[in-house]
Nanobody, 116 residues
Framework: QVQLVESGGGLVQAGGSLRLSCAAS????????MGWYRQAPGGQREFVAR???????SYADSVKGRFTISRDNANNSVYLQMNSLKPEDTGAYYC??????????WGQGTQVTVSS
């Protein structure tokens, strides 16, 4: 089992920036990739960014050039730097871990609200 705790959400004006953090604990040796998803009010959960242990980092087209994912393996953490935020970026952001066994773990979510 992997436990995930997110932080860093909040209210920001359009054009502003936020940095989300996610700390993992538990079976951290089984982590294969860490990433972020989001869910807008009334919408489905959608992919935002992923950074695997090995391989290429990937982003949703809607956030490319504005968001940057990074990892601190020494502290078992993943971050999402969000710049040039837009109202359509509003939603609950969830940290996500894919284990080497194919299991998927989720954090509890942190709310991001971008005002126009």
């Amino acid at each position: 089992q992997v436990q995930l705790v997110e932080s860093g959400g909040g209210l920001v004006q359009a054009g502003g920036s936020l940095r989300l953090s996610c700390a993992a604990s538990g079976s951290i040796f089984s982590i294969n990739a860490m990433g972020w998803y989001r869910q807008a009010p009334g919408g489905q959960r959608e992919f935002v960014a992923r950074m695997p242990n090995i391989g290429r980092t990937s982003y949703a087209d809607s956030v490319k050039g504005r968001f940057t994912i990074s990892r601190d393996n020494a502290n078992n953490s993943v971050y999402l730097q969000m710049n040039s935020l837009k109202p359509e970026d509003t939603g609950a952001y969830y940290c996500n871990v894919l284990s080497v066994h194919g299991s998927i773990y989720w954090g509890q979510g942190t709310q991001v609200t971008v005002s126009s």
